[in-house]
């Protein structure tokens, strides 16, 4: 059944601005514009560009595209302005890396428009075309599964893209390229089956109409740099400030949490209580601070991503990577992988103030080539593979010269091991931590790593410092660490860089930092 342009004559209210352009919010009153569900058994009315298009029976009549060879459109109803188009879409094959199955909105032509995708690497994809390559806008996480139905929607009005996977939304935007447009369903190289296509004006499913309340002062910018590798100009960056210069939303919702994460530009996320995510890791965009408000604010139930997609071909730092990233006081429980995951070449990122505990894998993995680290006032605990620092004895390609990071004033609370395991990384400055019960290592250093562990307060264990942990061995110097209640002599040799050359620091006296650091380190000390 197809039904063309209806008549709408009542008034269409529209919701209050929410913060920033990421919440606004449309009524949910909606006329419908447009509609197919294909029982009529043909696609009279839709454009083809590419690709394989025919109705079939999927359990009822449905529009499906089975070519895999080629960026195949279909295109349907006329210009319309502010519009959510929606459709039932099963991805059945991808032919390669990055493709994906879409709906589009305001489609100038089979080569310009806005789409919404399900790509094979479990994300959605919201993205533009302008007449050349797909070009992302943002992405977000999506269970993405061949052979199942999975609800997508796309509103564009005003200058404001989201998107929506099964009536959770993944994704945010803002862009200009297109006003106007029609709709269309697409498979960029990619095979699905579309049915129950429906556009409408306005509404649908919406954030939450009302925005969270910060109390005041309590979700505040940092106030002072990084100490350490975060704080060096390097890279075309001078310093972390994450968000500094953006707006600041509030979120309490997994889905208002995973749109502001995956918006492009500065922008400052202060979360509010504890707010469970899908299973899996979320990508964090550049130019971000999340921030938790009080000593309740946390993530629990999936973990965030700081980087590209891994890539072994990718050997020195790509023009996009993610860099200027800010995490602070939050607490994470229950990651189904890593905690938080710094990866290909992610630079200029602080990790500062969190509550880390009960994960699957790592509390705070660092890896292939991320550099001008800094990980501060962390409270680690409930958790064995704690802080990994290199994932590979042989991805010395990406990391050798990189993976320059600073640990300092953290709480390794009988964490026992990784405390970091390190490879490659010259200079790793590990200074003023207190380490207490890591019955396995502290600080192990391989792989022809440099480490520079000073300064720290060491409580029964064992072997806190050591090169010679397990696989290649690397260099460490140790010096002015406080080692009591039975702890181990550092097993170290070899020279190693100084951090001084990179940064200026204060070491404070390792006596004090027992006391210090407990009293210090973890949410709510802000």
Not at 146 to 174: I, K, Y
């Amino acid at each position: 059944m197809r039904r063309g342009i209806l008549l709408y004559s009542a008034c269409v209210a529209f919701g209050a601005a929410i913060l920033a352009a990421l919440l606004v919010v449309p009524s949910a009153l909606a006329a419908t514009l447009f509609s197919d569900d294909f029982q009529d058994g043909d696609a009279t009315g839709w454009s083809r560009s590419g690709g394989s298009w025919t109705v079939v029976t999927d359990g009822t009549p449905a529009y499906r595209q089975s070519g895999t060879s080629a960026d195949a459109r279909a295109l349907a109803g006329t210009g319309w302005t502010d519009q959510a188009v929606q459709a039932r879409v099963k991805p059945i094959t991808f032919n390669g890396s990055g493709r994906y199955v879409a709906v589009l909105a305001r489609a100038q032509s089979t080569s310009n428009y806005y789409f919404l995708g399900l790509s094979n690497s479990g994300t959605a994809i919201l993205g533009k075309r302008t007449g050349g390559a797909p070009i992302t806008l943002a992405t977000g996480a999506a269970a993405v599964t061949s052979g199942s139905w999975h609800t997508v929607r796309l509103e564009a009005f005003g200058s404001t893209l989201r998107g929506f996977v099964n009536d959770v939304q993944v994704v945010s935007a803002t862009d200009t390229s297109f006003g106007s447009g029609r709709i269309g369903l697409a498979g960029y190289y990619a095979s699905a089956t579309f049915d129950d296509v429906l556009v409408t004006d306005l509404g649908g499913p919406t954030v939450s109409p009302t925005a969270p309340t910060i109390p005041p002062g309590s979700c505040l910018p940092p106030s002072g740099s990084p100490v350490g590798f975060a704080s060096v100009n390097a890279w075309g960056q001078n310093g972390t400030t994450g968000g500094a210069g953006g707006p600041t939303v509030a979120v309490d919702t997994a889905a208002e949490l995973l749109a502001a994460i995956a918006q492009p530009g500065p922008l400052t996320v202060c979360v509010l209580g504890t707010i469970t995510v899908p299973a899996g890791m979320h990508n964090v965009t550049s130019d971000k601070t999340l921030l938790g408000v009080g000593a309740t604010a946390g993530i629990t139930g999936g973990g965030l991503n700081i980087g590209l997609p891994a890539n072994d071909s990718v050997t020195s730092p790509p023009a996009d990577a993610v860099h200027n990233v800010i995490i602070r006081n939050l607490s994470f429980r229950g990651a189904t992988d890593d905690s938080i995951n710094v990866q290909m070449f992610s630079h200029h990122v602080w990790i500062d103030h969190n509550d880390l505990a009960s994960g699957y894998d790592g509390l705070i993995d660092i890896k292939r080539g991320s550099s001008y680290i800094t990980v501060s006032w962390n409270h680690t605990h409930n958790h064995t593979k704690n802080m990994l620092l290199g994932h590979d004895d042989g991805n010395a390609a990406q990391d050798v010269g990189r993976l320059k990071v600073t640990y300092h004033n953290n709480w390794f609370d009988r964490t026992p091991q990784r405390n970091p395991r390190v490879r490659f990384g010259e200079p790793v400055h590990v200074f003023n931590n207190y380490y207490v019960y890591n019955t396995d290592t502290g600080v192990a250093c391989q792989a022809d790593a440099g480490c520079l562990v000073e300064g720290n307060y060491f409580e029964r264990v064992e072997e806190p410092v050591t090169n010679s942990y397990a696989g290649p061995g690397g260099r460490c110097v140790a010096r002015n660490n406080v080692f009591v209640d039975e702890s181990g002599t550092p097993d170290c040799s070899g020279t190693v860089q100084e951090p001084s050359t990179y940064y200026s620091y204060t070491l404070a006296d390792p006596n004090s930092i027992k006391t210090t650091v407990m009293s210090g380190a973890g949410v709510g000390k802000l």
